[in-house]
Nanobody, 117 residues
Framework: QVQLVESGGGLVQPGGSLRLSCTANESITNFNAMGWYRQAPGKQRELVAAVTRSGNTNYADSVKGRFTISRDNAKDTVSLQMTSLKPEDTAVYYC???????????WGQGTQVTVST
């Protein structure tokens, strides 16, 4: 069973930075893409950023220029560097991985990010 373990969430002031990491218990080259989603209270889960096996990236318009997704195949880890954080970035952030061939999606347990004074 695939396990995605997230870390790095927390409380940060507006304008601050956080780095989220997601480590899989198998090679991340087994996945078509990995990404980060977020869900704020009362809202639907939305894609924040994703990176494919080939390294192509995709970002939500709301985070372009502020967030950077990266992958380290040697460490089976995908990271999300978040800068210039805003209160509206407050949400639970979930790591996602899409399996090659089957397209099955796996999810991490989520990590809380709170941007507040």
């Amino acid at each position: 069973q695939v396990q995605l373990v997230e870390s790095g969430g927390g409380l940060v002031q507006p304008g601050g930075s956080l780095r989220l990491s997601c480590t899989a218990n198998e090679s991340i080259t087994n996945f078509n893409a990995m990404g980060w989603y977020r869900q704020a209270p009362g809202k639907q889960r939305e894609l924040v950023a994703a990176v494919t096996r080939s390294g192509n990236t995709n970002y939500a318009d709301s985070v372009k220029g502020r967030f950077t997704i990266s992958r380290d195949n040697a460490k089976d880890t995908v990271s999300l560097q978040m800068t210039s954080l805003k209160p509206e970035d407050t949400a639970v952030y979930y790591c996602n991985a899409e399996r090659r061939w089957t397209f099955y999606n796996y999810w991490g347990q989520g990590t809380q990010v709170t941007v507040s004074t």
